[in-house]
C-alpha cells in the first residue's frame, strides 16, 4: 500500500505545501485546491488521499500519486506542491483557508485530516458553501471549524493545549496569551495568522490559473487534466513528458 503524504512542514510551505518528491526535483506538478470546490475535493481525493483507481481502473485506497511515487523510475524526477486557492468572494473559502493555515502552523501533523474533514462536508448538510455559511459571522464559522479540528484529534494528542492554540491564532481580538505563538509567524497583524493567509491570497492571484481545481505541470496548465484522474491517466501523462 502507497505511504499516504507525510506531514507537511511550515518551514517548506508557505505560500505552497509540498506534498511529494525532493525538493530539487527537476519537474514540478502543481495542484490549485479551495475547499469550497467541488472539483478541489475529487482532486485530493484522487490524486492525494484516495481512494483513486490502480492502472486496471480498480478502486484502491491511496491517491494515484502517492501509488506513483513508489515507483523509481518517477520518484526523483517530479515533486508535487499544493496550492491552496483562496477565492475571497467566498467566506467559506476564506475561513477554512484561514483556520487550516492555523492547524498547520499549531499541529501539522493533523493537516491532512483536517483537510479530509473539510473537504467531506462538502456531501454533507454541513458544507461550507455560500448558501449555508453566508447568514453566519466569521467567528461562528471559524468557532464550527475548530470543533472539526478537534473532532479528528487522535486520542494521544493533548487536546486542551493544541485546540485553544489554533483558537488564538485564529482570533481576531488581541490576546496577551498569543504573543508567544506570534513570534514564529513574521510580522503578524490584529489576525495573528493573517501574514500567511495573505501570502496564500497573493499567490493565488498571481498563477495561471483561473479556477481551483486544476493542475500545472511546469508553470503551465495540463488543459487534458481531469481531477478525476487515477494511476493510469497520471502514469501516461508522466510518461509522455518524462520520456
Not at 507537511?8 to 490549485?32: I, K, M, Q
Request: with cysteine; proline share 10%; charged share 20%.
Amino acid at each position: 500500500m502507497a505511504a499516504p503524504p507525510a506531514p507537511p512542514s511550515p518551514a517548506r510551505l508557505l505560500p505552497s505545501l509540498h506534498v511529494f518528491g525532493p525538493d530539487d526535483a527537476p519537474n514540478t506538478v502543481e495542484l490549485y485546491l479551495d475547499f469550497v470546490c467541488p472539483r478541489s475535493r475529487a482532486l485530493f481525493r484522487a490524486t492525494i488521499m484516495g481512494p483513486s483507481r490502480d492502472m486496471d481502473g480498480v478502486e484502491m485506497s491511496a491517491g494515484a500519486l502517492a501509488v506513483i511515487f513508489g515507483d523509481p523510475k518517477f520518484k526523483t524526477r517530479f515533486k508535487v506542491v499544493v496550492r491552496p486557492f483562496v477565492q475571497g468572494v467566498h467566506l467559506g473559502s476564506k475561513v477554512t483557508h484561514e483556520v487550516a493555515l492555523a492547524v498547520l502552523t499549531v499541529a501539522g501533523d493533523q493537516f491532512w485530516s483536517f483537510c479530509n474533514a473539510v473537504f467531506d462536508a462538502q456531501l454533507t448538510s454541513e458544507n461550507y458553501f455560500d448558501q449555508r455559511v453566508d447568514d453566519m459571522t466569521p467567528n461562528a464559522l471559524r468557532a464550527e471549524l475548530i470543533t472539526v479540528f478537534n473532532g479528528v484529534l487522535p486520542p494521544n494528542i493533548d487536546e486542551p493545549t493544541i485546540v485553544p492554540r489554533v483558537r488564538i491564532l485564529t482570533s481576531q481580538k488581541s490576546n496577551p496569551m498569543s504573543a508567544e505563538i506570534e513570534k514564529s509567524i513574521p510580522q503578524a497583524g490584529s489576525l495573528p495568522i493573517c501574514e500567511s493567509l495573505k501570502q496564500v491570497i497573493q499567490k493565488s492571484y498571481r498563477n495561471p490559473a483561473s479556477a481551483p481545481g486544476v493542475a500545472l505541470w511546469n508553470g503551465a496548465i495540463i488543459p487534458e487534466f481531469s481531477p478525476n484522474w487515477g494511476q493510469l491517466e497520471w502514469t501516461t501523462f508522466l510518461m509522455s513528458r518524462l520520456s
